[in-house]
């Protein structure tokens, strides 16, 4: 499921040699390691230390919407967000969540259960988040139904649409496509919506958007993310589904996120410094790596990004997602191709697409991203994958 | 919600003095704060320090069923359960979970998943932990269905039954109540049996079995239990429940229940150091001082508990749980008449019972229960009660 696949435990290093012979490479799940050699420079600069009688009990701040939120990690959320630009935090509640997932089945329960109609369509444009799918319909609840891709919808009656922008897998920026605003409801998530994956064009102002720790910085371990909520009674039923569901969120998470996003904001605008002046040109470089493999021969396909002008670096700048939406330019099954050659990556059906689409994560370490490199290297022209 | 409703925080001892006064004191939740103080004696032997850059990948063991526990914590939770010798963990799949309360929705998942016929009955016999009600109900799944009581259920077709032992809120030990073997599950909810509240009598052993860390050491706020499961087809289902819901559980947290279940086995057996002697001394000395209360006048009842021989303490020892059954021996909602003496608990009603009888929290700091202690004495008798 990780790196190499015979290599036990993911934070480790051992794996490195072996990795650069012939071991499969998982570029499926997005899990954000790329990152960790910043923190590794960043030494003990984010260090926390937690005594033995601290952070005992279920409750934060029982004047606040969201109880179990910790009132630092608050703070810290609408320092960033006012820091880089890209969201409006002001007459919202901060809802926090064991990662923006469980925040994501809390908003659909929410807002499908403030709905005088059940159950409530859920819909999100092709190619989707693939767990989306998931995260609607395994409980096999009443409240809400999956209706799969919102450019083909029709049916009347309450929808809410997810809109993942910049997107995931293909990391275009996007709208609402439904836009029937009298039975709509929107859940934006902006998990990607930062400086080193995407121009900062606009300060992102919505009735609930989410956000998460894991994709800012590469925490993903810590299972932290946010939603940012206008309407107190949605904010209510989101921490009520939260509060059946796991009581609350671990608050040695929240303290160490706290930290985390304090020291983001304390140096964002030191370029030596700076994790976003370095998570920028650390994803920069790896897509001019991976446009040069795909560029340099006729198999495959990348979605190429408008620059536009970032107002956080106060620059134009390009763009380079999280996940690189690769396309095979002849019919074919490209996730059991790149199988083949020991690569995993999500198959572009599990995002409501073709086959010869998949998601490939660019989060990876970077001795897995240079094997990934070299393979792609080695099927680059069709002439030579005959089958 | 917590302590005193004007404190702000609920770690902080700012309001001692408020509430020795009239302040609302809250005995409805369990928030387990009486330990804390052992941890603060214990000083700096259970700190945590994390680094940055540590804790970062989604991934613990991609070899294991339960890929997000990271592996010391399965040991350490063997460790104990080998020291206290309440639950056997051999030949078992270990799956960790934000609380107990995700897992118990896990298991529901994953029995339910596995059963030809759907949705499956969910029973509990009264009085029951109320929160099943809502766990087994708020998404409206097409899985499972509520049931109610257990003792009254006559539904043909699969169902589970939740067996908390010993029960929340009434302290006895329990035995599924049910028993139709082809078509029924039992989900053991362990989450208090510990040597502080209740003799080890037996080494349970059961198909699956749930236990939580607030409960043990009252380190609520992390967010950790984990089940004990013989079937792997179960245990996969269940981590595909989890990995759905939060995508695992926060790295921080299994981090530090590891070094304080490990400081839990290694002290266990020093009478000085350990928790359980502490715990049971703490938790004894409260029921003593609530049935001294309680018998010394003529409005409540509370359950008798048989003494029994503890395999861990090696004696007879009395059974003091986490939550008292207050009953009234008139007929009266005592929730409300409690509340109106500024004391919140949960009324009977809520765990499938009779309004007469609630459920207090006896894991409350000492403060707090002192002052419930001192409210109750001054309505122990029914002739001062009249409305």
Redesign the interface.
Known sequence: ??GC?N?????SDSNKEKCLSDDVINLD?G???A??EY??K??????????????????????NVC?FLE?ELEKAIKALHGAIGNAATEERYIVV???S??LC?AAL?ALSSLSEVKPVSIVAAVPYYS?YV??AS??????YKWEGDARTFDKNGPYIELVTSPNNPDGIMREPVVNRREDGKVIHDFAYYWPHYTPITRRQDHDLMLFTF?KIT??????IGWALVKDIEVAKKMV??LT??????????Q??AT??LN?LTKTCRTQSESFFDYGYEKMKSRWERLREVVESGDAFTLPNYPQAFCNFFGKTISTSPAFAWLGYKEERDLGSFLKEKKVLTRGGDRCGCNKKYVRVSMLSRDNDFDVFIHRLASIKDRKCNQP
């Not at 395994?138 to 409240?143: D, F, G, I, K």
């Open positions: 499921m990780i696949e290599s036990k435990k993911s934070d799940q899990d954000p390691t990152f960790q923190w590794m960043m030494k003990d600069r984010c260090t926390v230390v937690i005594p033995g009688w601290d952070l005992m009990s279920y409750f934060s701040d029982t004047t109880w009132p969540g064991t990662g997932s469980q089945q329960f767990t998931e995260e395994y409980v096999q609840s009443l409240l894991s590469g925490h993903a371990g810590s299972r009520q589904y059946i569901n796991s009581i609350g969120v671990s608050k040695e998470s303290t160490r930290t985390i020291e």
